[in-house]
């Protein structure tokens, strides 16, 4: 869905430290993306504490947000909003 965070979950245990690292360099560097943290940040659990917990959370700068779209960009510019009018 469209919004202005995403939580990255790293599946592959035995190379979690390695593809963690990596996916955290590749996200912020993405245009659109303001940073990456760790879950405590946002009030969650402390990182390997619990298998639900997210490995990093993803933070969209202004006017942009996260796209579930596996054919679009992962952070997509916002479109501004339609302005009601009579035609």
């Given at each position: 869905s469209f919004?202005?965070?995403?939580m990255v979950y790293v599946h592959d245990g035995a190379?979690?430290?390695?593809?963690?690292?990596?996916a955290r360099a590749a996200l912020v560097a993405l245009e659109g993306v303001t940073g990456v943290a760790d879950p405590e940040a946002y009030?969650?659990?402390?990182?390997g504490s619990d298998p639900e917990v997210p490995d990093f959370v993803?933070?969209?700068?202004?006017?942009?947000?996260?796209?579930?779209?596996?054919?679009?960009?992962?952070?997509?510019?916002?479109?501004p909003p339609a302005e009601p009018?009579?035609?």
């Open positions: 919004g202005g965070h995403a190379r979690r430290d390695e593809l963690r690292s990596r009030g969650l659990p402390a990182f993803v933070t969209a700068k202004p006017g942009y947000a996260f796209s579930n779209d596996p054919t679009g960009g992962t952070v997509v510019p916002l479109l009018g009579y035609h």
